[in-house]
């Protein structure tokens, strides 16, 4: 107790110190919402770490638009129950074990450090609607035992379905009907069909995530609540054993090897960053961009992966260009034929894409020969292949090697 006691008095004057010191830092990014996406046990050679990308397209195409860590690694232990709970609280914490009344009666699990939801809701007074963990339905872990900290900060919880695409869809649903600040989004299917040891299975799963990966950025930028002000952070908590898919807990290169992947408006585009990281060096980047501080943190935020020009934007008022610029869909909803009217201001390069709901790129187009200027594009409400769509929504995203926009339009037949 006593020194909890003394723990909770260092942090609560290191918060004002940084408090003090700090408005012009961590309070001027760009970024105000946060997503955070934890895939099960992905191994990095079936990831990003294979150079074809064959099972992660999706996340190929965020990495160059984005920043990825070369090397990022669990340097704890290499399996989910104490290396998601690294991620949260910004260091590798003791957990401790209980008889859950509201499980009943089975055990459940706290961590002994604050997490990043405790960190968030109390120091910038976040409601739990604003902060919000969504994941398959088990027996959720409860908050940390702090004294400072604890339930009454802890994220409100959306469990839904057994599957990747369950908890997906019912993401999609928080989006859309309360747009939290701060969300994480858990899956966790990857892990379970590599244990199942079917290669196949595990391979599909690794597809499935991508896909929502995809999906789930582009759902982002066609709603005005996160468009251009949001940071997505795409991450594992271990790998797999490099000589065997099936299983993972040792310190195999194939275990310790995972990824970093980061986008968003502070975020360098392209950037393959040589700075060696480790798990608990998420929390404290989620804490710099939104302005808090993981205060019991043994990582550093990655600020290495910043823009030279973030941070500064709010600050002198200035807006970062768009080389590139989606105008105006018309009409919507639309039957036979979508004009997609856009922009390209100081460089031809660019392409059109459209996306079905699912994330699936069902047609794209190379639109740099066009050159600088305003042009309008029409789309048939075909596939690459000239095969009519069914009804439904379309994100409609026009992108270069830098920026990337996107709007919704609707096939109405
Ligand atoms: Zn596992
Ligand atoms: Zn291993």
């Not at 989620?286 to 600020?303: N, P, R, V, Y």
Request: with cysteine.
């Amino acid at each position: 107790m006593k020194t909890y006691f003394l723990g909770s008095i260092m942090r609560r004057l290191s918060v004002l110190t940084l408090v003090c010191l700090g408005l012009s830092s961590g309070l001027a990014y760009t970024t105000e919402r946060v997503v955070l996406v934890i895939i099960d046990g992905l191994r990095y050679s079936e990831g990003l770490g294979d150079v074809n990308h064959v099972m992660v397209p999706q996340m190929a195409s965020l990495a160059e638009q984005g920043a990825l860590v070369g090397n990022f690694q669990n340097d704890g232990y290499t399996y989910t129950s104490r290396a998601i709970p690294a991620i949260w609280c910004g260091a590798w914490t003791e957990i401790n074990t209980f008889s859950d009344p509201y499980c009943n009666g089975t055990s459940n699990n706290t961590t002994e450090l604050p997490t990043v939801f405790e960190y968030y809701r109390k120091q910038l007074s976040r409601p739990a609607e604003d902060c919000v963990y969504t994941l398959k339905e088990l027996c959720s872990w409860k908050a940390s035992l702090d004294p400072d900290y604890g339930m009454d900060y802890w994220p409100q919880y959306h469990e839904a379905g057994v599957t990747d695409t369950d908890v997906w869809n019912e993401t999609q649903q928080i989006i859309a009907s309360q747009s939290p600040r701060f969300l994480l989004m858990y899956l966790a299917d990857v892990d379970s069909k590599g244990h199942s040891g079917v290669w196949d299975d595990y391979i599909d799963a690794i597809s499935i995530a991508d896909g929502i990966i995809g999906a789930l950025w582009t759902t982002l930028q066609a709603d005005t609540a996160y468009a251009g002000k949001t940071t997505m952070l795409i991450t594992n908590d271990h790998g797999r054993h490099d000589y065997n898919f099936q299983g993972h807990g040792d310190d195999c290169a194939g275990c310790r090897h995972i990824q970093l992947l980061a986008i968003g408006p502070d975020i360098q585009s392209g950037l393959v960053s040589d700075t060696p990281r480790t798990i608990p060096d998420i929390a404290p980047t989620i804490g710099a961009l939104l302005g808090f501080t993981i205060e019991d943190a043994t990582g550093t935020a990655m600020l290495e992966l910043l823009s030279s020009t973030a941070g500064t934007d709010k600050n002198d008022g200035r807006i970062t260009p768009s080389s590139i610029s989606l105008k105006h869909l018309y009409p919507s909803p639309f039957n036979a034929e979508l004009s997609i009217e856009y922009e390209l201001v100081d460089s031809p390069q660019a392409s059109i894409s459209i996306f079905n709901l699912q994330g699936t790129q069902v047609w794209t187009r190379d639109v740099s020969s066009g050159g600088e200027g305003l042009h309008t594009l029409k789309w048939n409400g075909k596939d690459q292949n000239q095969i009519e769509l069914p009804s439904g929504v379309f994100i409609v995203q026009l992108s270069n090697q830098r920026f990337s926009q996107s709007q919704k339009a609707i096939l109405l037949k």
